[in-house]
């Protein structure tokens, strides 16, 4: 019924700056609350940053200032603009999507295959 897909990734150096992308397919229209979360070996899944039904973001701290979360409606596309890329931001890259208007607490149902990124020192 819904689909993500993420593209973008690469490997950049430190400093560098990368757009992901995510696609959304399918009944887009349920969908309000997206999100992108990165994950590395041995580690919990962590969110990086989310966008509501109303257009409000949250950021993790460790992103604040460097990411930028966005999405197109019309192209049915969730954007992340990282820029000041640090090594530490090496992960896989996931986006996903939810009906809760406010992001509430397990709002993520869809998820995407992620994208690699890679920062190198």
């Known amino acids: 019924q819904v689909q993500l897909m993420e593209s973008g990734g690469g490997s950049v150096p430190t400093g560098g700056s990368l757009r992901l992308s995510c696609a959304v397919s399918?009944?887009?229209?349920?969908?309000?609350?997206m999100g992108w979360f990165r994950q590395t070996p041995g580690k919990e899944r962590e969110k990086v940053a989310s966008?509501?039904?109303?257009?409000?973001?949250s950021y993790a701290d460790s992103v604040k200032g460097r990411f930028t979360i966005s999405k197109d409606s019309a192209k049915n596309t969730l954007y992340l603009q990282m820029n000041s890329l640090k090594p530490e931001d090496t992960a896989t890259y996931y986006c996903?999507?939810?009906?809760?208007?406010?992001?509430?607490?397990?709002?993520?149902?869809?998820w995407g295959q992620g994208t690699q990124v890679t920062v190198s020192s």
């Open positions: 399918g009944r887009t229209s349920i969908l309000y609350c």
């Open positions: 996903s999507a939810g009906d809760s208007w406010f992001c509430s607490p397990a709002w993520e149902r869809y």
């Open positions: 966008i509501g039904g109303s257009g409000g973001t």
